[in-house]
């Protein structure tokens, strides 16, 4: 089955610590994206990634770090950095940039 | 930046009821996206539809580009399709072109 996957499901961490969300897309899609949901809110755009090796900054970048070394994959890191870690992370995917993105089910971190 | 405002907010409605919910936004754009958020979080895509008229099932969708409005139609509402609904618009030029900009959401409650 074709699809985008992220893990963990839930994350608990403490204050102070860095934190990576998996996400993994089998689409063969050459866009991802990572949105952070809070509650009662929409999603914002955090960062995304166009090609392999190449990623930019969204509205909400501060705090947050990415890579992209596999089309698969675009893992996003949850600095200490950031002030308000708590949230619903979603990744998504899509053809190109531009094009219906498709997301994946989310990670809820709780940083105490 | 553009904006996406969706209304109305909450939604109350008897099952076998029938609405329409509205997406408006404030300037041009060439990606248009209804979702439906699940009880769980998950983004399930309903339409792509940057422009003109699409149905799928009891669930239809109007955009009309030029007036800058997209209009989502449920008839014979179910206990199912409870949760959000969210509008996604991706602006057709500058910085954000090809990203995906979210309204706040429609929260549909589905009573029995």
């Known amino acids: 089955d074709g699809g985008i996957t992220q893990s963990p499901k839930y994350l608990f961490r403490k204050e102070g610590q860095n934190v990576t969300l998996s996400c993994e897309q089998n689409?063969?899609?050459?866009?991802m994206y990572w949105y952070r949901q809070d509650p009662g809110q929409g999603l914002r755009l955090i960062y995304y990634?166009?090609?392999?090796?190449?990623?930019q900054k969204g509205d909400i970048a501060e705090g947050y770090s990415v890579s992209r070394e596999k089309k698969e994959s675009f893992p996003l890191t949850v600095t200490s950095a950031q002030k308000n870690p708590t949230a619903f992370y979603l990744c998504a995917s899509s053809m190109d940039r531009g094009l219906e993105q498709y997301f994946g089910p989310g990670t809820r971190l709780t940083v105490t | 930046g553009i904006q996406v405002e969706q209304s109305p907010p909450d939604l109350i409605l008897q099952e076998g009821a029938n609405s329409t919910l509205r997406c408006n936004f404030s300037?041009?754009?060439?990606?248009l996206q209804w979702f439906h958020q699940n009880p769980w979080g998950q983004l399930i895509n309903l339409f792509y539809i940057p422009s003109g008229t699409k149905q799928n099932g009891r669930l239809s969708a109007t955009t009309v580009a030029t007036e800058r409005y997209s209009l989502l139609y449920i008839s014979s509402s179910q206990t199912t399709d409870s949760g959000v609904y969210f509008c996604?618009?991706?602006?057709?030029?500058?910085?954000?072109?090809?990203?995906?900009?979210f309204g706040k959401g429609t929260k549909l409650s589905v009573k029995p």
């Open positions: 996604a618009v991706g602006p057709n030029y500058g910085g954000s072109q090809g990203n995906l900009i």
């Open positions: 990634s166009q090609i392999v090796n190449d990623f």
């Open positions: 689409l063969n899609h050459d866009a």
């Open positions: 300037d041009s754009v060439n990606n």
